[in-house]
């Protein structure tokens, strides 16, 4: 065990070195590192057919750094609250007026730009992202091929942008 770990020690913390800068957690990773690794040698895990053993043991020790410096990360992230009292029994789902007004606004100016696309852009752009149909149910219903309707709604919403920033951009310039 001793030559083992002797012999080892060096490759074991070239991988450490990647994921700790400190000292004492390099030696703290070491020992979980070597525990895992005898563990995995212990169940069979190495097959001297697929490579040698150092670059087993380098795979190895590097996966189990990543999952443990993930576990760790995950650890750290508290969830933050605002504690108060006047704090509201459940969130407002409704929009306010400014959210509403601008809403309205917008629908108004996509409104006005969709009566100047072809009516087959307007059909696609409507059945898709008003009614929400999926595109397999829209090619289906237009009989068109699925790569045809991805292609005919990309244009029908690159016309929609155009129209949008032909129009109402310069509207506020």
């Excluded at 800068?21 to 070491?30: E, F, T, V």
């Excluded at 563990?39 to 697929?50: I, T, V």
């Excluded at 576990?71 to 504690?83: A, D, H, K, Y």
């Amino acid at each position: 065990m001793a030559a083992f770990l002797e012999r080892y020690r060096g490759l074991i913390y070239h991988c450490i070195g990647h994921f700790e800068q400190q000292s004492s957690g390099r030696d703290d990773l070491y020992q979980e590192l070597v525990l895992y690794i005898l563990e995995r040698l212990d169940k069979g895990s190495f097959n001297p057919e697929k490579g040698s053993l150092g670059t087993w043991l380098y795979r190895v020790a590097w996966c189990r750094c990543v999952d443990l410096k993930r576990r760790e990360r995950s650890r750290r992230r508290p969830q933050l609250t605002i504690v108060g009292d006047d704090m509201p029994e459940q969130v407002d789902e409704h929009p306010g007026p400014q959210e509403e007004a601008g809403t309205l606004e917008v629908s108004g100016y996509v409104r006005q730009a969709m009566c100047s696309l072809e009516p087959e852009q307007r059909i696609l752009l409507d059945r898709r992202f008003v009614q929400g149909d999926t595109l397999g149910k829209i090619s289906g219903d237009l009989s068109i091929s699925l790569e045809q309707t991805k292609y005919r709604l990309r244009r029908a919403t690159i016309s929609l942008r155009k129209v949008l920033l032909n129009e109402y951009a310069l509207e506020e310039a």
